[in-house]
């Protein structure tokens, strides 16, 4: 098994809709990405999990930062991906897909 620290953009492809039904207040994770060129057609959610942090103003609150999500995609390959709630000013990018493992060896590498 192969696993790759990718850190990279991911782009929904937003006619593919969603994988499942998400829970109130967290996004709808894509059925499918876009990486580089490579499309990635998730299957299945193997895990997910939130990231939380304190207020940035000073307050007491706690704010979701990031969703995370392990994912089979269609091809075997496991993908760990997150979305990011709040992104840097300015920012589009919103998913991004952490790591990749492919069970069958070689994990690609992808031009972006």
Same mark, same amino acid.
């Given at each position: 098994?192969?696993? +790759? /620290? ?8 937003? &006619? ?13 994770? @894509? ?9 990635? /057609? ?6 997910? !999990?939130? %990231?939380?942090? @304190?207020? +940035? ?5 706690? =704010?979701?930062?990031?969703? !995370? ?12 991906? =997150? ?12 998913? !991004?897909? =952490? &790591? ?5 060896? %070689? ?6």
């Amino acid at each position: 098994m192969a696993k +790759r /620290l990718v850190s990279a953009e991911l782009r929904p492809v937003a &006619t593919a809709g969603f994988l499942g039904t998400p829970r109130v207040g967290d996004p709808g994770l @894509p059925r499918q990405f876009l990486w580089g060129t490579r499309a990635l /057609l998730l299957r299945e959610v193997l895990d997910q !999990w939130k %990231e939380s942090g @304190p207020c +940035r103003s000073g307050g007491g609150e706690r =704010y979701v930062r990031k969703h !995370w999500f392990r994912v089979r995609a269609a091809d075997d390959t496991v993908l760990t991906v =997150y979305f990011d709630r709040q992104a840097r000013t300015g920012a589009k990018r919103r998913w !991004w897909l =952490y &790591t990749i493992t492919e069970e069958k060896g %070689e994990v690609p590498c992808v031009e972006t």
